[in-house]
């Protein structure tokens, strides 16, 4: 070709096998402008690191030849001559970290790269402690390095901060509770009752119950919180409909299903307001029923169950009355009826003018009628 290209090298210039040699001054002089030896440049960060080593490598040969600790080679004096004016620059402090930085980074073990990281600290703040996250961007690279069981965990701060004014989602105890199958009142679905949990976050009342196979388990103490019976008709219409909604946010939809048939029909009932008490004492049966056996609706057995409650009632109602009634007889007459006198019997003869005011005779004897009379005898007689 005329171009003096051979053939067979697709366009390209034969490689060189024998470079021309460079001088131990002219590689000092591209390791300071940070050039590679074809002429082009490493890249900035890594130019800015050989620029602070080179330059450290000048000031420390200098201070060595002062002191006449250590001969100064052929090499080192061309590195010295040609940095010459650079050495009083590089040697400030300010670039003294970049040099430690860059042996910190060479170093071979974990324990060395320690020690370089707290020198460098001390050289940039003091003695004073400073903080290892500055040196986060620059020690990326040495981490890998780092064993596992080495390295530090990270700290993680979580956000806690709960808007009271909103429902933001159950407790986990409550959720582990129902998932154990526990019987939880209904008073612990009250509104007030969640946001004093979530108050309350990791600090909620535990106690220790048994788990499977007798092993002891901390589980929520629903003891500390409010009772159920006694919750008003509008507490107890709001704890059922959060109930169905802690079903259907666990995912237990048939189970959602039942208990808002249950809620249904007992705010269906016309006397709902007025017997509300008896009707309150029969869910909380069956709520505890329901820990034991199946849960399975049925609106006859409900209304089975609804009309004994109500027939107990009442015959309660009327033992307590009698029962009452007998207490204020017996207040009032707290002698035995056997014992008691007619009212016209009169005891002195000065009470027959006045019969309503005759005294009764008490039905007791004193203790002194009950001694033996003593008879007195005459002397001058006997």
């Known amino acids: 070709m005329s171009s003096g290209i051979p053939a067979g090298t697709n366009g390209h ?15 000092a002089e591209n390791l300071r402008k940070g050039l590679k030896p074809d002429g082009s440049k490493y890249p900035r960060s890594m130019r800015k690191t050989m620029k602070a080593t080179t330059a450290e490598e000048i000031r420390l040969g200098e201070l060595r030849r002062g002191q006449g600790k250590q001969e100064v080679s052929e090499d080192e004096a061309d590195l010295i001559k040609l940095s010459e004016s650079e050495s009083s620059h590089s040697s400030t402090p300010d670039n003294q970290p970049e040099y430690l930085l860059s042996r910190m980074l060479k170093a071979p073990s974990p324990r060395s790269r320690k020690k370089a990281e707290s020198k460098i600290m001390k050289k940039i703040f003091g003695k004073k402690r ?25 700290i993680v701060e979580e956000d806690i901060n709960i808007e009271m004014n909103e429902i ?5 105890r409550l959720k582990k509770l129902a998932n154990l199958g526990e019987y939880i009142p209904l ?12 108050r309350q976050n990791n600090n909620v009342p535990l106690r220790t119950g048994l788990g499977e196979k007798s092993r002891k388990k901390q ?21 059922m409909e959060n109930q169905v909604a802690f079903y259907l946010d666990a995912g237990q ?24 008490r008896i009707l309150l004492k029969m869910d909380i049966d069956l709520r505890q029923l329901y820990v034991w056996q199946p849960f399975v609706f049925n609106a006859k057995r409900y209304r089975t169950k609804y ?12 033992k307590d009355a009698l029962k009452g009634m007998q207490e204020e007889r017996d207040r009032l007459h707290w002698y035995e009826p056997s014992c008691r006198q007619p009212p016209n019997q009169v005891t002195s003869a000065s009470d027959t003018s006045s019969p309503k005011t005759a005294r009764i ?22």
Not at 130 to 154: A, I, Q, T
Not at 264 to 274: A, C, K, R
Not at 361 to 382: G, H, N, Q, T
């Open 13 to 27: 210039n034969i490689v060189n096998n024998n470079p021309p040699v460079i001088s131990p001054a002219q590689m």
């Open 307 to 318: 009309d004994q409650m109500k027939l107990d009632d009442s015959n309660q109602q009327v």
């Open 253 to 276: 939809v048939e189970q959602a299903e039942r208990w808002d048939k249950h809620r249904t029909w007992f705010t269906g009932q016309p006397t709902f307001i007025t017997d509300f």
């Open 361 to 382: 005779r008490p039905s007791y004897r004193s203790f002194r009628d009950e001694r033996p009379k003593k008879a007195f005898v005459c002397l001058a007689c006997s």
């Open 219 to 239: 589980l929520l103490d629903v003891a500390k919180y409010q009772d159920e019976g006694a919750l008003t008709s509008e507490e107890w219409r709001e704890a």
């Open 168 to 172: 933001t989602g159950w407790h986990p």
């Open 187 to 198: 008073s612990m679905y009250l509104n007030t009752t969640h946001q004093e949990m979530l």
């Open 130 to 154: 400073c903080s290892r996250s500055l040196l986060s961007s620059s020690s990326s690279s040495s981490e890998s390095d780092v064993p596992m069981n080495k390295r530090r965990k990270p």
